[in-house]
Nanobody
Framework: VQLQACGGGLVQAGGSLRLSCAVS?????IGWFRQAPGKEREFVAA????????YYANSVKGRFTIFRDNAKNTVYLRMNSLKPEDTAVYYC????????????????WGQGTLVTVSS
């Protein structure tokens, strides 16, 4: 399984970005996680294979949207109203089991894409 995350970059506070995660292989639930400098990696959002179930961290709820296009084997993370505290390397991960907020439930990880939000 390969996951390729892209779409990161530098954006001003209040701006928007859309991250993409291209997934090879079979059906997977996909999660987005992030790791800020000097901090542990944390859950951001997750979506079931069919897209019917989504989960968000409280810190991004109402600002971020996760969705997927299975015809393109791609999962997206739309990020609006970005804040400097959203600055981090964002990773997508695939789970062969149920969608989850827990890192341990994810079997495969992409390489990460850097998001920098300036104040």
């Amino acid at each position: 399984v390969q996951l390729q995350a892209c779409g990161g970059g530098l954006v001003q506070a209040g701006g928007s970005l859309r991250l993409s995660c291209a997934v090879s292989g079979r059906r997977y639930a996909i999660g987005w996680f992030r790791q800020a400098p000097g901090k542990e990696r944390e859950f951001v959002a997750a979506i079931s294979w069919g897209g019917g179930s989504t989960y968000y961290a409280n810190s991004v709820k109402g600002r971020f949207t996760i969705f997927r296009d299975n015809a393109k084997n791609t999962v997206y993370l739309r990020m609006n109203s970005l804040k400097p505290e959203d600055t981090a390397v964002y990773y997508c991960a695939a789970s062969e089991a149920v969608v989850s907020e827990r890192e341990s439930r994810y079997d495969y990880w992409g390489q990460g894409t850097l998001v920098t939000v300036s104040s």
